[in-house]
């Protein structure tokens, strides 16, 4: 078993520009006291189970599967109801921040991720790195589905 533990926040300006990104497409199979996803980047796909967050960490199993499997399940299970992003990982102070820069729907959102190694880890922060989300749900990209970017109340 392993977990994830990560921080997110909001990004301030365009710090993804000189940096290569990857375009992700992503449909969840299940959503209730445990997360299912399917992800597919280039002619990668993998399947990953999340638990339930509990401060800012979670359970995480993941398992690479083909991507024509993965691209059937996204098809049969979501249709179109799919999160488009593009990741640019840049490397900041011995750690590597993921930028999702979202279209579609949530276009116009822009979230930096830090993996941690445990929940006391300190990373400096990034002069890009805005407001922090870690723990505001509706930034969770199942629940940007439901409710997309910019929240309407």
């Not at 992800?39 to 967050?53: D, M, P, Q």
């Not at 979202?102 to 116009?108: L, P, T, V």
């Not at 300190?122 to 749900?137: H, I, R, S, Y």
């Given at each position: 078993?392993?977990?994830?533990?990560?921080?997110?926040?909001?990004?301030?300006?365009?710090?993804?520009?000189?940096?290569?990104?990857?375009?992700?497409?992503?449909?969840?199979?299940?959503?209730?006291?445990?997360?299912?996803?399917?992800?597919t980047?280039?002619?990668?796909?993998?399947?990953?189970?999340?638990?339930?967050?509990?401060?800012?960490?979670?359970?995480?199993?993941?398992?690479?599967?083909?991507?024509?499997?993965?691209?059937?399940?996204?098809?049969?299970?979501?249709?179109?109801q799919?999160?488009?992003?593009?990741?640019?990982?840049?490397?900041?102070?011995?750690?590597n921040?993921?930028?999702?820069v979202?279209?579609?729907?949530?276009?116009?959102?822009?979230?930096?991720?830090?993996?941690?190694?445990?929940?006391?880890?300190?990373?400096?922060?990034?002069?890009?790195?805005?407001?922090?989300?870690?723990?505001?749900?509706?930034?969770?990209?199942?629940?940007?589905?439901?409710?997309?970017w910019?929240f309407?109340?």
């Amino acid at each position: 078993m392993s977990k994830e533990i990560e921080r997110k926040f909001m990004v301030k300006g365009e710090p993804w520009l000189d940096h290569k990104g990857m375009k992700i497409q992503q449909g969840y199979i299940a959503k209730s006291h445990s997360t299912v996803r399917i992800r597919t980047s280039e002619k990668k796909a993998w399947l990953t189970i999340k638990g339930k967050t509990k401060g800012i960490s979670r359970t995480e199993f993941e398992y690479k599967i083909p991507i024509e499997d993965a691209n059937a399940m996204l098809d049969e299970f979501c249709g179109i109801q799919r999160i488009v992003k593009t990741r640019y990982i840049i490397p900041y102070e011995g750690y590597n921040w993921e930028v999702d820069v979202f279209e579609g729907q949530n276009a116009g959102l822009v979230i930096a991720e830090v993996e941690l190694e445990s929940e006391s880890d300190t990373p400096k922060l990034p002069e890009w790195v805005g407001e922090e989300v870690t723990f505001d749900a509706r930034y969770y990209n199942s629940k940007l589905l439901r409710n997309p970017w910019p929240f309407k109340f």
